[in-house]
């Protein structure tokens, strides 16, 4: 029988935690934009901007803000977390997703940019209420590409991690 470290067990929920969020979103999103594709009233031109938005919210989000700079920070402060035996006591444990992705428990500037960020997002899905279905559609589908893109940044990152971890284990 096999046992798990505490330490893989927070490693396990402050990455996995964010991984499930980032494909309950992309799911949603998608299901949003495509509703939203379907109520719309398509001109070609209409058709291309929704396009080009998806496709640059997919690669703008999704490659550079989430793969490039997003996973990297998530990987190391739930790495730092899962090795840290400090005086917190274990509350940071139990907010291990919160904690990896800079929203608790961080610097200052990293405490605001996160914040600012999680702020800017909700001005930006409020203000997107008032375009029109399909320049909705192109963003709402390209956000569910870059946080799928995101997911799998991920996923592939910590399968050669998971795998190391693994063998060495056996």
């Not at 209409?46 to 490039?68: I, K, N, S």
């Amino acid at each position: 029988m096999t046992t798990t470290t505490p330490r893989t067990w927070v490693l396990a929920w402050a990455l996995g935690g964010n991984l499930l969020l980032l494909l309950d979103a992309a799911v949603r999103m998608a299901r949003a934009g495509w509703t939203h594709a379907e109520h719309a009233q398509w001109s070609v031109a209409q058709g291309v901007v929704a396009t080009l938005l998806a496709v640059g919210f997919a690669w703008g989000e999704g490659h550079h803000a989430l793969a490039r700079r997003f996973v990297p920070m998530l990987r190391e402060r739930a790495r730092s977390l899962a090795s840290c035996s400090g005086p917190r006591g274990c509350l940071p444990l139990v907010f291990a997703p919160l904690v990896a992705a800079g929203l608790l428990w961080a610097p200052r500037a990293r405490l605001l940019r996160s914040w600012g960020l999680v702020l800017g997002i909700v001005a930006m899905v409020i203000a997107m209420r008032a375009l029109p279905a399909g320049l909705r559609a192109g963003i709402d589908l390209g956000v569910a590409l870059a946080l799928a893109w995101g997911a799998l940044a991920l996923v592939r990152a910590e399968l050669p991690a998971a795998a190391m971890t693994s063998s060495r284990a056996r």
